[in-house]
Structures are given as structure tokens and as C-alpha cells.
């Protein structure tokens, strides 16, 4: 393949990954919703669960860094940097997508061994919302997964070339 | 650095990780207890939970698959291979590690907006076990994410060789 063509390829995935890990972090940190149950009244909130607040913060990390490296020039020497920090980054999106999917499903079916009730029929608009952030954060993952093997590349040419 | 030197360090990685995740699966696995609260009498038990269960499948795989890289010769042409699966392992040890320790954190702390209460006061011998399991999970990652360099580099000088 041409090195345009890897150049445009790269860059259309680190913008589409921007988008998705941008999308994830403010869906999830929108996610909020107040329910009743008889007579109380309580508000799910995205910050109440630490798993959440670490996919939040991982996504909106990771929307910067996915800014910045847009800026990396192709002939740039950084390209090494770059393939170390997008591993770094497929990581932390593996984990934090991981740690909220784990919440998730006990929000969903609830762990009877455990006592945990599930939460999703009283905030279902909220539960809907952490669907959507996860699936966009799974997005994200795929997309640096696939920035990786090209950053990756990218610093096996300039170890072929100099 | 030597080849061979290069060759001993690898070995020793995979070896190392091989222990850690067979341990980590293990410790995991065996993970029960039987909990008297009140007159209910309850046994937790790691399969209850997805998260453990993923954990555990995740790492028997891992301890297969370490057993078997065990005997790639290091002039081997599956290096690059080998680079890409240890890749896709260190994406999976990280992915469960992640989901365990946020179920495992829900069981030590709870979660009181969705009124999930703590239970490890109840079952101490079992969030030992899957502390201890976490915590061998944990060290094959980051052994893994060595390994992962160590098999990179092989693939980069089997490029620059032929």
C-alpha cells in the first residue's frame, strides 16, 4: 500500500476512535436519573459507581492523547512513542471498558449469590445510557486496536528505512 | 544485548507467566465458602459470578497457550505470530483482571445507590481467595506485557534479517 494511503487511513481511524472515546466519556457522564421506589426516591448517577468514573475518566484521557496524536508529522522519528502509547491506550480502554461491562450486567440480572437486586427496570433510561457509552467505548477499543497495527508499522518502516 | 541472552529472558517471562496465570486460575477456581447469616445458610461460590468465571476461562487459555509458545524455536519464522497472540492475551488478562477487581471492589465496599451491600464481611476466606487470584492475575499482565516486547522485538529483527 501507497504511504498516503496508510498516512490517510491512519489519520481517518484516529479521528473516528476520537470520536468514539469523546462519545463514551460525556454519554456515560451524562448518565444520571432520578427513580422512586414507594416512597423513596433516589438518583442513579454514573459518579456513585468508581467502575464508571474510571471509563469516564480513561475516555476523556484518551479523547486528549487521540488529539495530540493527530499532530504527529507521518516522517516524524516519534512514531515509535506513538505505537508504545496507543498499546498503552488499547490497555486502558480494554480495562475500563471491561470494569463497567462487569457493573453493568450485575445492574442488569442482579448476583443472587451476593444479594444484589438488579437496578436496570427502576433507572431503564439510565441502564440505556451506559449501554450506548459502552458500545461506543467498545468502538474506541477496536479503532486503537487497528491504529496500533498501523503505528506499529509505521515505526517497523522507520527502522527499515535509517 | 545477545541473542541468546535475549533468547533466556523470554523463556523466563513465558515460564513465569505460565505460573502466574495457572495460579491465578487455580486460586480462583477453588474459590468457596460457606457463610451462616442468621438462620439463612449461603455458600459463595466463584461460578456464581460471570466476572470470576470469565476470569478463570480467560486464564486456564492463557496457561494453555504459554505452555505451548513454550517450544517456538527462536529462529522460528512464527514470531510474528506469537508477537500478535501475545498481544491479544495481554488484551485478555487485562479485560478480566479488570471485570473481576470491579465486582471484586462492589463485594468489599458495596455500592449504596444501588443498595448492593459489602459482603465480604461474611465470606473473609473467599475474597482472600480472589484477592490472591487478582493478584497473580495481575503479575501475569504485566509479565505478558514484557513478553509481548520481548516477541515484538524478535518479529522486528526477523524483518531486519531476511
Redesign the interface.
Known amino acids: 500500500m501507497e504511504d498516503s494511503s496508510k498516512r490517510i487511513i491512519g489519520l481517518v481511524l484516529r479521528v473516528l476512535a476520537l470520536g468514539a472515546t469523546l462519545t463514551a466519556a460525556i454519554v456515560m457522564g451524562t448518565s444520571k436519573e432520578r427513580a422512586n421506589l414507594y416512597a423513596l426516591s433516589?438518583?442513579?448517577?454514573y459518579s456513585?459507581?468508581?467502575?464508571f468514573k474510571y471509563f469516564v475518566i480513561v475516555n476523556a484521557v484518551v479523547s486528549v492523547y487521540s488529539l495530540i496524536a493527530l499532530f504527529v508529522p507521518s516522517e516524524s522519528s516519534l512514531w515509535r512513542l506513538v505505537a508504545a502509547l496507543d498499546?498503552l491506550v488499547?490497555?486502558m480502554l480494554?480495562?475500563?471498558?471491561?470494569?463497567?461491562?462487569?457493573?453493568a450486567?450485575?445492574?442488569k440480572n442482579g448476583?443472587?449469590?451476593?444479594?444484589?437486586?438488579p437496578?436496570c427496570n427502576q433507572v431503564p433510561d439510565y441502564c440505556d445510557h451506559v449501554t450506548m457509552a459502552l458500545a461506543a467505548g467498545f468502538a474506541a477499543a477496536i479503532l486503537y486496536?487497528m491504529a496500533l497495527t498501523a503505528s506499529?508499522h509505521a515505526a517497523?518502516d522507520e527502522?527499515?528505512c535509517c
Chains 1, 2 share one sequence.
Not at 42 to 45: D, I, M
Not at 94 to 103: H, K, N
Open positions: 433516589f438518583e442513579a448517577n456513585d459507581t468508581p467502575a498499546l488499547t490497555l480494554t480495562s475500563c471498558i471491561s470494569a463497567a461491562l462487569a457493573i450486567q450485575v445492574g448476583n443472587s449469590m451476593s444479594g444484589w437486586l437496578v486496536l506499529a517497523l527502522d527499515d
